[in-house]
């Protein structure tokens, strides 16, 4: 059955030009089909690092403050311990004791037993001195009697909250490193959005005319109870330092690469209920009804008698579909 009964509109290239027809070379395409979802940046919490003193003592020297940008290993803080000194000075007299025990025992001044006791307090004295330095083996090290603290990760100081002379123990916290060349970017996606978002996805935010680039690590199996929506989350290459924690963006998720020919949207026209474009033949145009696919971003994938290299109408398509609207 013919949709219509006009296939074919005479047209020399003189008065298409007047007409200001204009033509768009077809050819096979691949775009990218992306999901839009409102979001909000916030910390990567492997990139952020408490540091607490593993030891109780008095601070003597402070070498950063906040807000500066410090380097794993960097030195933040020296302090002093009185429980350190102690075990210090411990065993210096048990080294001391053992050895002059040794001496007597050789002499055979002492009995066996004398010696054996200083030894085995001297090995208890040293074994406790050195699960003590074992402690600070990742957090910093020994030198003389104080105990200087590093920075587990690189990042910026967020929160200082020691000064010179202050004490510390295992549970006053020292500082607050953040570093966010990785942040987290929490999305909110529709029901049946989620279902089309795969962990591992390709996604990006736009700032400033920016993108910044990461993958979808985390989809909840949850209805977000506030939102209504289910929540997305991207893992984002921060390293720049471009987005802030707490900004409110859109989160762009690629969801699959669609190829085929794809025409600008304002080739498509809609006659008695079907789809058409005006292909450009000798003399003219030729009507080819086609199917509409997909729409995106103002281009549309289409299937029919049309291929690559094919010339069809972009502009002045007013005209030529009046010209079938006539018969």
């Known amino acids: ?45 492997p990139l952020v690092a408490e540091i607490y ?7 003597r020297n402070v070498f950063v403050k906040q807000g500066d940008y410090v380097r794993k290993g960097q030195v933040l803080v020296s302090i002093y311990s009185p429980q350190l000194t102690d075990i210090q000075a411990k065993l210096k007299v048990a080294e001391e004791n053992l050895k002059r025990e040794e001496m007597l025992y050789k002499e055979e001044v002492i009995p066996y037993s004398r010696y054996y006791n200083a030894k085995v307090e001297y090995e208890k004295i040293k074994a406790e001195y050195e699960a003590l330095v074992n402690s600070f083996k990742y957090s910093g090290e020994i030198r003389g009697n104080e105990i200087f603290i590093k920075a587990p ?40 959005e989620s279902q089309r978002i795969k962990i591992g996805m390709k996604g990006y935010v736009i700032w400033n005319n920016i993108k910044v680039w990461g993958y979808v690590d985390y989809i909840s199996q949850e209805l977000d109870h ?24 859109e989160a762009v998720i690629q969801i ?72």
């Open 153 to 192: 990760i690189s990042g910026y100081i967020s929160k200082q909250e020691i000064f010179l002379g202050s004490s510390v123990d295992i549970s006053k916290r020292m500082f607050m490193i953040h570093s966010h060349e990785k942040i987290w970017v929490y999305s909110y996606a529709r029901p049946e």
């Open 256 to 327: 699959e690469n669609i190829k085929g020919i794809w025409i600008p949207s304002q080739a498509l026209q809609r006659i008695s209920g079907n789809y058409v474009v005006f292909l450009r033949v000798k003399d003219g145009f030729e009507i080819i009804k086609v199917e509409k696919i997909k729409e995106k971003d103002n281009m549309v994938l289409i299937r029919g008698n049309i291929k690559e290299g094919d010339k069809i109408a972009v502009s002045g398509t007013i005209f030529l579909k009046s010209q079938i609207e006539k018969q």
């Open 53 to 59: 003193s593993p030891i109780p003592g008095i601070i």
């Open 1 to 45: 059955m013919i949709f219509f009964i006009m296939t074919f509109i005479k047209l020399d290239e003189k008065l298409q030009k007047k007409l200001d027809i204009k033509l768009y070379e077809v050819k096979v395409q691949e775009i990218i089909e992306e999901i839009r979802l409102p979001a909000k940046t916030e910390e990567y919490t």
């Open 226 to 249: 506030n939102t209504k929506r289910v929540i997305i989350r991207l893992l984002i290459d921060n390293k720049d330092d471009i987005l802030k924690i707490g900004l409110p963006v």
